[in-house]
């Protein structure tokens, strides 16, 4: 039976790789859970989330700088509405396809129901690249991308977020032109600047829950963040504030990434240089090198496409922080990192470790958290942005931030102890696979099928 599953759900969506992976992730860890909630079968409740309820794939028209006519795919993935409306970010990347968003959805159901806010699965995007793009040319793009989109969201229904290459910039010509169509102002968008219903912390949330989650993973050992050297991939919203974290609490973050490669610095990154890799990224819009360049104890490694490895996983440190895509670890990074004395790794991005690369590491003793529990603080607080917007009402910068403590903690120990209830004690991926799940679970059987 449980094999006749996941062979139907893959001969229904053939070439979907991505997709697969994350569902073969999950799927080993509630296997048991379903076969001791004969309900949870009977209804098929496993093969029922991994499909959408809905799919939205559409043209995106846009003329460039020179006039020229381009077009892009949209696309929206509902993927699962039992616990409330569907929620999850877009992406603009050239590598969007369905399988990633499916994956992407797919991981977010379960993501979302650990936070403890009402929060259904989706997620978005365009096979759209902004880099080397105009102001202009993404203002664009976006309002092109809303207009079809705006016919498919809304504040009850489908709150969408920033992902890889959708920052503030992009949320806010994505919420001006929904605006305008509907000619309503409601949180539709989350992630919006704070003069205009955003949340404060809103763009900090996933970097510094990430940090929180790995300090609360250290205190299980009677351990701190405090002096341990810590490698972070990626230079974006996720990486930026994670280092940021990471120097708050005296830890020392060594190295950066862009897809052009990856900076080392032996003295560690510290306040004065994040502000450098802040200005050169959200304003700039430059790349990595530039900070060896600026910093010369730095080192730059340009990125080789064609190497079975990547050397930033292969620098000696104590903590691992992947903040950059998926699959960006793979098992000989993950024998790399353990030979050089990773004691954890928390994901920052989403499935960023293939499988390979988890079992290495867990079977060599390194503590792993997956992105669906690690990373769950951005959406955490998207979702308090919308109690935000439904109230009228703006929490303090430390209101929030306990607030995301909060949730980070629950999340941390609600995996501990669900893994431990199915006897997988210390296992946060069993934890958070299995917990993710029931909460949804459960809310499809009161629901009935439908
Ligand atoms: P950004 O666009 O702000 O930054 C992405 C970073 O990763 C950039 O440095 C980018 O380099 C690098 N990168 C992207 N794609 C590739 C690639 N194929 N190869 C190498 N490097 C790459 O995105 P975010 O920081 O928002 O997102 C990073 C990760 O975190 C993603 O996996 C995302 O899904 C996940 N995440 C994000 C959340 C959020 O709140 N933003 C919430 C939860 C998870 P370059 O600029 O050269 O493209």
Redesign the pocket.
Known sequence: MSQSILERIKARTPGETEFHQAVDEVFLNVEQVLKENPKYEELNIFERMTEPERTIMFQVPWVDDQGNVNVNRGYRVQMNSAIGPYKG?L?F?P?VNLSILKF?AFEQIFKNALTGLPMGGGKGGADFDP?GKSDGEIMRFCQSFMQELAKHIGHRTDVP???????SREIGYLFGMYKKIKNEFVGVLT?KGQGWGGSLIRPE??GYGLIYFAMYMLAEDNDTIEGKRCLV???????QYAIEKIIQNGGIPVTA????GFIYDPDGIDAEKLAFIKEL?NVKRG??HEYAEKFPAATFTP?DKAATHNPLWDIEADLAFP????N?INGEDARNLVKNGIKLLAE?????TTPEAIDILRENGVKYAP?KAS??G??ATSGLEMVQNYGGIYWTFEQVDQKLKDIMKNIHDNCLRTAAKYGKPGDYMAGANIAGFIKVADAMVAAGVL
């Open positions: 970010g992406r990347h590598t992407l880099k977020a920033g992902d890889i290459g959708v920052g992630g949330a996933t991939s990626g230079s974006g919203n996720v990486a990434s862009d897809s052009s990224k790349r990595i990125r903040c950059a895509t998926q960006e920052g991005a989403n499935m960023p992105g990373n769950a951005g959406v």
